[in-house]
């Protein structure tokens, strides 16, 4: 069992930044891999990023690349979010997520993660 709280969302301007953090509360996070999704209101929720917790092999999806970064604190069981210039499609709810260790193919599934968090709302606006 995978408990996940995530933090430091909040509003900011678009071209600014934040960063997400999730703690997750497990004896051990060795043979998982952690993800980022963000759901748009009215829209799907959709992957953004994914790391594996052992190796840090990370994926993005394609519109966050060069702009977010997902890295881990191993030591405070911590997965982080950097997102800089943020723009305003990209308002809303920001999910942690864990799953256990698969293929990198499948790394963006959502039904690859079994543990999620509550979220943390993400806005950005002028």
């Known amino acids: 069992q995978v408990q996940l709280v995530e933090s430091g969302g909040g509003s900011v301007q678009p071209g600014g930044s934040l960063r997400l953090s999730c703690v997750a509360s497990?004896?051990?996070?060795?043979?998982?891999?952690m993800g980022w999704f963000r759901q748009a209101p009215g829209k799907e929720r959709e992957f953004v990023a994914a790391?594996?917790?052992?190796?840090?092999?990370?994926r993005y999806a394609d519109s966050v690349k060069g702009r977010f970064t997902i890295s881990t604190d191993k030591a405070k069981n911590t997965v982080f979010l950097q997102m800089n210039s943020l723009k305003t499609e990209e308002s809303g709810v920001y999910y942690c997520?864990?799953?256990?260790?698969?293929?990198?193919?499948?790394?963006?599934?959502?039904?690859?993660?079994?543990?999620w968090g509550r979220g943390s709302q993400v806005a950005v606006s002028s």
């Open positions: 497990a004896s051990t996070l060795r043979n998982h891999k």
């Open positions: 790391i594996r917790w052992s190796e840090g092999t990370t």
């Open positions: 997520a864990a799953g256990t260790r698969s293929a990198l193919s499948a790394i963006s599934m959502e039904r690859m993660y079994a543990y």
